[in-house]
């Protein structure tokens, strides 16, 4: 009898079994639909979540190829063509100057950007075709005389260099008749590229570019190494780079100054063009006033090695100097 029922009281009785059903039913529909509502609750599916970061990241990528697509398309952009430089604006020019700044690999390829506007001819000859520059001290009709040849301060060359047809102004080199510190010291530079710079069009001299010029910057010397760069918007042209090489004391006890003036830079490709080689006399040298048929003489920036009282000039009669402060003639020159 005890040992039968002790073997009962191992058994479960069944109002315990139906307790134990239920509650395995009510586990069982709590993890069907409580736990993913939980789930959801705390930010949703994995598979949700991946599909929202990827719909995330293609609307990113969407923005950004549309950002990317403006950015080419305002690079791509180019200045419509025209059938010359007169026909353009200091905007268009600006542009264009830009745009082969930044492509051009060498000069042959700033030459045939140059072509395809018109700004040069298809041989890549130049056409002498001025633009007129109307600056609030007057106007100026300018050309261009050469591509991609002067040096922007990044080293880099720049697109266009122009020079005035005419006699813009006339001013003195200095106050005194005195080349101490050459171009670089001149009174002239410093109103070129104060003044004269600040009566440019906003919407041009902005794209002005300072280039490096060699110049005799000590004035009286016999040595080539007082030839030394400057930074410069506006300049007025050197011997060589109209003249090219010049020999004229080649012969005689004074043959360095055609050393230190053959040191000033290199011949402007119109120059060459037009055949001026080593003389003055050319017609296409002679500048005039305004309202003036008559050549007059203009500044070089070049001082007089020889002599501390002048400055290189240019004419119709033969001379290699003016005192430097007289007034003569002021032809200048800028790069875009």
């Known amino acids: 009898m005890a040992q039968g029922a002790a073997s009962r009281s191992k058994g479960i009785s069944p109002q315990v079994a139906t307790v134990a059903a239920v509650c395995a039913v009510l586990i069982i529909a709590v993890a069907v639909f409580a736990i993913p509502r939980i789930?959801?609750?705390?930010?949703?599916?994995?598979?949700?979540?991946?599909?929202?970061?990827?719909?995330?990241?293609?609307?990113?990528?969407?923005?950004?190829?549309?950002?990317?697509?403006?950015?080419?398309?305002?690079?791509?952009?180019?200045v419509q063509v025209k059938s010359g430089i007169s026909e353009y604006s200091w905007a268009d020019l600006s542009n264009i100057a830009a745009e082969i700044e930044r492509t051009a690999k060498n000069r042959d390829d700033a030459v045939r950007m140059a072509a395809s506007y018109n700004l040069v001819?298809?041989?890549?000859?130049?056409?002498?075709?001025?633009?007129?520059?109307?600056?609030?001290?007057?106007?100026?009709?300018?050309?261009?005389?050469?591509?991609?040849k002067d040096k922007g301060s990044s080293g880099r060359s720049v697109a266009f260099t122009f020079m005035t047809s005419g006699i813009f102004a006339e001013h003195p080199m200095n106050p005194t008749d005195s080349n101490s510190g050459g171009w670089k010291s001149s009174g002239m530079r410093a109103w070129l590229n104060g003044e004269v710079l600040?009566?440019?069009?906003?919407?041009?001299?902005?794209?002005?570019?300072?280039?490096?010029?060699?110049?005799?910057?000590?004035?009286?010397?016999?040595?080539?190494?007082?030839?030394?760069?400057?930074?410069?918007?506006?300049?007025?042209?050197?011997?060589?780079?109209?003249?090219?090489?010049?020999?004229?004391?080649?012969?005689?006890?004074?043959s360095y100054i055609d050393t230190v003036d053959n040191k000033e830079g290199s011949q402007y490709a119109w120059f060459k063009q037009q055949g001026v080689a080593g003389e003055q006399g050319h017609a296409l040298l002679d500048r005039s006033v305004a309202g003036s048929s008559n050549p007059g003489v203009w500044w070089m920036r070049s001082s007089a090695?020889?002599?501390?009282?002048?400055?290189?000039?240019?004419?119709?009669?033969?001379?290699?100097?003016?005192?430097?402060?007289?007034?003569?003639?002021v032809v200048f020159g800028f790069c875009l």
């Open 39 to 78: 789930i959801e609750a705390a930010g949703g599916s994995s598979s949700e979540t991946a599909s929202r970061q990827q719909a995330d990241q293609q609307a990113h990528q969407q923005s950004d190829g549309a950002q990317g697509s403006a950015t080419e398309n305002a690079v791509s952009q180019q």
């Open 121 to 148: 001819k298809p041989d890549g000859s130049f056409t002498g075709d001025t633009k007129t520059l109307q600056t609030s001290m007057g106007n100026a009709d300018v050309f261009i005389v050469d591509v991609f």
């Open 198 to 254: 600040q009566s440019f069009p906003d919407e041009m001299r902005s794209g002005v570019m300072a280039v490096s010029k060699l110049s005799n910057n000590a004035g009286k010397t016999t040595s080539p190494a007082s030839v030394t760069e400057t930074q410069d918007s506006v300049w007025l042209f050197s011997w060589v780079e109209c003249l090219g090489p010049i020999a004229w004391n080649a012969r005689s006890n004074q």
């Open 305 to 329: 090695p020889n002599v501390a009282t002048s400055f290189g000039d240019m004419g119709p009669e033969v001379d290699n100097g003016g005192y430097a402060s007289t007034a003569e003639g």
